[in-house]
């Protein structure tokens, strides 16, 4: 339905007043050097804080010589453990320099000459901060090696109101080009801690609460995390880095975490336990929408080579690794590289698979089918082609049915596999019987003809779709995620509750709260899935048409009001659909975006009852055509 009849002054007013107004420019975050993943190794899953200068760079040599670095494992990053603590009254960061001998350059110790021998091998750099006082390791851990030593003040190594002047430190003067800021500081210094009645710490007042989103200062948080982002601007200005923000899920951090940084925890930490591998898996996959060249949804580091994920257990270790390439999550390893062997190298060094992790196009995989069971993901690379990974979650055999139709491929012509663990290849059309041995994951790269020919679904397209603004009105945690038992707590207490927020946001292939996408009856197997009072931005190139069939899903209710479906470019409205109630069937919208760069989708809520929640607007076989 073409847009017909709108005054000027309408136009003017949905621009310059409605907080839905399109701005025609992307707005997820580009800046820092995190076009594809960013890989590398980061030294806590290996060595938790007992960290130092010879560690790193027998790791770092590691990379090099095993041809990981030319692969793309570039970062190495120094996690918590190298400070010995603040300098009063001047506040600057001081190195433990037992551990980290080079830093030991007079009276101002600095991390320079490491740095430069690192960038010397070819490598990039890393170092680790909090965006409190205190660091995860002395709030959590403080019986862990190396923690900060002097007065209270001496102790305070984190950002909070020294973010100028440590990044200035870190990036300008110690040439480092990756910083991981975690959140604990702003998390576990209440009043009434235990730490802090002792003296040992001074409180900060919580401002995120992994258990209650409601209880988190969403606005504060943000601001603290935003002023590293500035900081960034300044001091690292006119080179690369990246920065990688640790807040776990909270602080409603999936909606804005994007549009931050480089890299944004999804999850609580990951441990070498399966169960728990799932957990942080499960808090990426519905967020595809969520994460874009430049700003990457990151469910922790690997765990390949230790405990499920060890040498005795290479079927998991295979699957680790072939799950973060399909959702695009950093790879960066947290295993002792001194003691790599030709199994789990052969793993890290896949270039098969990496080079789905590293695809220029940046789609994080849809999952095409889900169940507790056996899950399919399916992502576009930038070539055309496909990749898939089956995945058994159980510990049992299993058989699936992978189809063309879950690739959105033509079922009546071949399609090709090559399978990226065996290198085979076969043939088949319409579907594929699989059985899967337990933990498996089959990781393929498939052509074949599109079902679409002309052009491309925007569920095809999810690196270039951001979530900008998503309808969620109250930010409520996923139920949807596998609660696993907590290493750290055990069956203490009463177990795992549900606590990642992003329940309700935009879907790819599915309605809000991962429902079957179905407007009046009819069912769509390809779209986009977002609340009412939401607005997408779409990076176009060089298609001239955008169709789509719009309406309210059926998981949707009556007397939650009407839903008006907008298609702008550049700032400039272009088609705009009638008012869609619950029940009516879905109708056509379609729109030329010749010569647009951003296409923004809005879904404006319109008359709904007190108290009704948004309507599930539905943009079902979304797509840009040429």
């Known amino acids: 339905m073409l847009l017909a009849g ?22 997820a975050n580009t800046e820092g050097s995190a076009p594809l993943p960013p890989m590398g190794w980061n030294s806590w899953n290996a060595f938790n804080s007992d960290v130092d200068e010879e560690k790193v760079l027998a790791s770092a040599r590691a ?41 030991a350059t007079g009276s101002d110790p600095s991390f320079r000459p490491l740095t430069d021998r690192l960038h010397a091998m070819g490598l990039k ?9 205190n660091s995860c390791g002395q709030i959590y851990t403080p019986d862990f090696k190396n923690q900060p030593e002097g007065s209270v003040a001496e102790r305070e190594v984190g950002l909070y109101g020294h973010v100028d002047q440590d990044i200035r430190l870190y990036f300008a003067d110690w040439n480092f080009d990756f910083i991981k800021v975690d959140g604990c500081g702003a998390r576990g210094l209440p009043a009434d801690a235990p730490r802090v009645r002792s003296g040992m710490y001074r409180a900060l007042p919580p401002l995120v609460d992994m258990q209650s ?32 923000l640790c807040l ?101 060094g896949n270039a098969d698979i990496v080079a789905l992790n590293q695809d220029a196009a940046g789609n994080q995989a849809v999952l095409a089918y889900d169940s507790d069971e056996v899950q399919i993901l399916v992502k576009t690379l930038a070539d055309g082609d496909k990749a898939v990974a089956v995945f058994n979650r159980t510990a049992a055999p299993v058989k699936a049915m992978l189809t063309a139709a879950q690739l959105k491929l033509n079922p009546a012509a071949d399609v090709r596999l090559r399978d990226l663990w065996s290198k085979a290849t076969q043939t088949f059309r319409d579907e594929l019987p699989l059985t899967l041995a337990a933990h498996e994951t089959r990781i393929f790269r498939v052509s074949g003809t599109r079902r679409l020919p002309q052009g491309r679904y925007l569920s095809e397209l999810t690196g270039r779709v951001n979530a900008a603004v998503d309808g969620v009105v109250v930010p409520e945690p996923d139920p949807t995620i596998h609660h696993s038992i907590t290493p750290w707590i055990g069956t203490r207490g009463t177990g795992e509750h549900p606590q990642y927020g992003g329940w309700g946001g935009a879907e790819v292939d599915r309605a809000p709260y991962g429902k079957l996408m179905r407007v009046a009856g009819k069912e769509y197997d390809t779209g986009i899935g977002v609340l009412s009072n939401s607005r997408l931005e779409v990076r176009n190139q060089d298609y001239t048409r955008f169709a789509a069939q719009v309406g309210i899903n059926d998981s949707g209710q009556p007397g939650s009001g009407t839903t008006t479906f907008e298609v702008w470019g550049d700032g400039r409205l272009l088609a705009r659909s009638r008012a869609m109630a619950f029940g009516d069937a879905a109708a056509p919208l379609t729109a030329d975006v010749r010569g647009v760069r951003i296409v923004e989708l809005v879904a404006r809520a319109n008359g709904a009852s007190p108290g009704a929640r948004p309507a599930p607007a539905i943009w079902a076989d979304a797509a840009l055509l040429r």
């Open 6 to 27: 709108l005054s000027a002054a309408s136009i003017a007013t949905a621009q310059g007043t409605d907080p839905l107004a399109a701005t025609g420019r992307w707005s």
């Open 63 to 103: 990379l090099v010589d095993t041809k990981l670095a030319a692969l793309g494992y570039r970062y190495v990053v120094i996690d918590d453990g190298w400070w010995l603590k603040r300098r009063q009254p001047d506040g600057r960061m001081l190195i433990r320099t037992s551990h980290f001998p080079s830093a």
């Open 213 to 244: 989103l409601g209880g988190s200062d969403v606005a504060g948080i943000r601001a603290l995390y935003e002023q590293v982002h500035a900081a960034l601007r300044i001091h690292a200005a006119g080179r690369d880095y990246v920065y990688a």
């Open 248 to 348: 776990w899920g909270a602080g409603n951090v999936r909606a804005w975490g994007k549009d931050v940084g480089n890299m944004s925890r999804t999850s609580d930490d990951i441990q070498p336990v399966w169960a728990r591998m799932l957990t942080n898996f499960d808090t990426v996959t519905h967020r595809a929408l969520y994460a874009h060249p430049g700003s990457w949804n990151d469910p922790d580091m690997l765990f390949v080579g230790k405990g499920d994920f060890d040498a005795a257990h290479l079927t998991e270790a295979r699957s680790h690794l072939a799950l973060w390439a399909m959702v695009n999550a950093p790879l960066i390893i947290g295993y002792d590289l001194r003691a790599l062997t030709p199994q789990l190298q052969a793993i890290f």
């Open 125 to 133: 750099t890393g170092i680790y901060s909090d965006i409190g006082r």
